[in-house]
């Protein structure tokens, strides 16, 4: 159904108490498949991010996901 690479599918958002950040995937992809819609955001590492990174990475999907624009947006997240 659509697919974006970056920066069209980095993903703006307010982050705590006046907090700005942007969640930045490397592609989003979303497939029709039936009667449902499967949606994706795509990290590629080839091993070259620190753990440190992966782990940052992880915490700004959260801090994304709890926004609930996805969610508002898609009714998926």
Same mark, same amino acid.
């Given at each position: $159904?659509?697919?974006?690479? &970056? *920066?069209?599918?980095?993903? *703006?958002? =307010? #982050? %705590?108490?006046?907090?700005?950040?942007? $969640?930045? *995937?490397?592609?989003?992809?979303?497939?029709?498949? %039936?009667?449902?819609?499967?949606?994706?955001?795509?990290?590629?590492? $080839?091993?070259? &991010?620190?753990?440190?990174?992966?782990? #940052? #990475?992880?915490?700004?999907? $959260?801090?994304? =996901?709890?926004? %609930?624009?996805? =969610?508002?947006?898609?009714?998926?997240?």
């Amino acid at each position: $159904l659509s697919i974006e690479t &970056e *920066p069209s599918c980095w993903r *703006p958002f =307010q #982050k %705590g108490l006046g907090g700005h950040d942007t $969640l930045k *995937p490397d592609l989003f992809i979303a497939l029709g498949l %039936g009667d449902f819609e499967d949606r994706w955001f795509l990290e590629i590492d $080839l091993g070259t &991010e620190s753990s440190t990174a992966v782990v #940052k #990475k992880c915490r700004t999907y $959260l801090d994304y =996901q709890r926004t %609930g624009r996805e =969610q508002a947006s898609h009714d998926v997240f």
